[in-house]
């Protein structure tokens, strides 16, 4: 977030709504299907976070383009399942799996 602050008088809002996507929100995502299942009171951090952020861009065009953080983990969760239901894993995480 502190990225955002510094850079926004420099970036217009498609390049603040890039840097959030490539930066913060990567970073807010990382191992999601492994913790994506916890507690409300961590995602509710990070659904603050992302309203921050959204606060800082400010064409609501480009904030309507940005899926919710839930939407993207419940993706994400769904893509893993398909993976392994369908085989598409190296053997050795399938080892360590069963």
Same mark, same amino acid.
């Given at each position: 977030m502190g990225l955002l602050y510094?850079?926004?008088p420099y970036f217009s809002d498609?390049?603040?709504s890039t840097i959030y996507k490539s930066h913060t %929100?990567?970073?807010m995502e990382y191992c999601s299907p492994v913790?994506?299942?916890g507690g409300s009171v961590a995602l509710g951090l990070l659904d603050m976070?992302?309203? %921050?952020a959204y606060g800082l861009i400010n064409s609501q065009l480009l904030r309507?383009?940005?899926p919710t953080l839930q939407l993207r983990r419940d993706v994400t969760a769904l893509s893993l399942f398909q993976r392994y239901f369908y085989g598409h894993w190296?053997?050795?995480?399938h080892a360590i799996i069963l």
């Open positions: 510094q850079t926004k498609k390049q603040l %929100r990567s970073q913790w994506g299942g976070i992302q309203s %921050r309507n383009q940005l190296s053997d050795e995480l």
